[in-house]
């Protein structure tokens, strides 16, 4: 019998998302040990390069998330090394972290997307640069981290943002779509489903993606078949445009609120999406009868280089 093919999960790492992944990494590992791979988990720093050196994988699954594991940094150290790895490669990783320049892709591609404005946080915190109410997003954090919403009456940028930001000098604003949160898992090039997140605090932030009962999903989402098929479409446009390959997650908004415009909005694409057993992308792929353990599969059968 041929001994399972050796997988290193690169898991934890140096950015705002530290915690969530090592959460994804350390089920990632499970599922390919019970799919029978041999695993190796490696907290993934500075010397990362050495690890996988002294470890000698035959593959590499990326389940780092944020900077230098999201955002194209790991991805050269991986083709520098001439190692496959799951996910997206060096320029898509980067240009989806980089979210102006994703919807300038975006938007060439002819996938609708919201208007907004680039701004150094000082520009920001003076005056509204948009009409209330919009949003303040870094330009590249991933999860929520740092993205704050100002209402019509504030007068000023949230007092958080200019007091102990440590996300960049710039920041993206936006406008507020107002209505549904909609996220569609893409394996390849085909979308899986849809589904609707119901966050219980103020909007879908870093606490109600990853505290116990923040959110729950709704999948498939309660919306009319045209608005499926068209957030499918979305997705997989996205995907294809930023030049993604394994698995990605695109985050939409959808107003169908009373007095609503009817749009549907893609927000951002998510290269290194969450994956334990009950993140979206998972329970997307369970959704359409594929296991966690034939999920994980899938992206080292898929992985590679780049070279």
Not at 152 to 163: A, H, M, S, V
Not at 228 to 235: G, N, Q
Not at 253 to 279: A, C, K
């Amino acid at each position: 019998m041929t001994a399972p093919r050796h997988v290193a999960v690169l898991k934890g790492g140096l950015s705002a998302e530290r915690e969530v992944s090592l959460n994804s990494g350390a089920a990632c590992a499970r599922a390919l040990a019970n799919a029978g791979f041999k695993v190796t988990e490696i907290d993934a720093g500075h010397d990362v390069a050495l690890r996988l050196a002294e470890v000698k994988p035959d593959v590499v699954f990326n389940a780092l998330h944020g900077r230098f594991g999201e955002d194209g940094c790991v991805q050269g150290v991986l083709e520098l090394m001439e190692l496959p790895y799951t996910h997206s490669g060096v320029l898509a990783s980067a240009i989806a972290m980089d979210k102006p320049h994703a919807k300038t892709l975006f938007a060439a591609a002819g996938i609708p997307v919201v208007e907004g404005v680039v701004a150094t946080v000082g520009e920001a915190a003076a005056e509204h640069l948009l009409k209330p109410p919009y949003v303040v997003k870094p330009t590249n954090e991933g999860s929520s981290v740092g993205v704050h919403i100002v209402r019509p009456g504030d007068n000023r940028y949230p007092q958080g943002l200019t007091e102990g930001w440590h996300y960049g000098k710039q920041v993206l604003i936006e406008r507020f779509v107002p209505g549904r949160e909609l996220t569609v898992a893409v394996m390849g090039d085909k979308a899986l489903a849809v589904t609707e997140i119901l966050s219980t605090t103020e909007f879908y932030d870093y606490e109600a993606k990853y505290a116990q009962g923040g959110s729950r999903h709704v999948i498939p989402a309660r919306i009319p078949d045209a608005v499926t098929a068209r957030a499918k479409e979305l997705a997989v446009k996205a995907h294809q445009a930023l030049g993604c390959r394994g698995v990605s997650r695109t985050d939409l908004r959808y107003d169908d609120t009373p007095e609503g415009s009817g749009e549907l909005i893609v927000l951002e694409v998510n290269t290194q999406p969450g994956m334990t057993s009950t993140s979206l992308v998972p329970e997307q792929a369970a959704h359409v009868g594929l296991s966690f353990e034939a999920l994980v599969t899938w992206m080292v059968e898929d992985a590679s280089c780049e070279r």
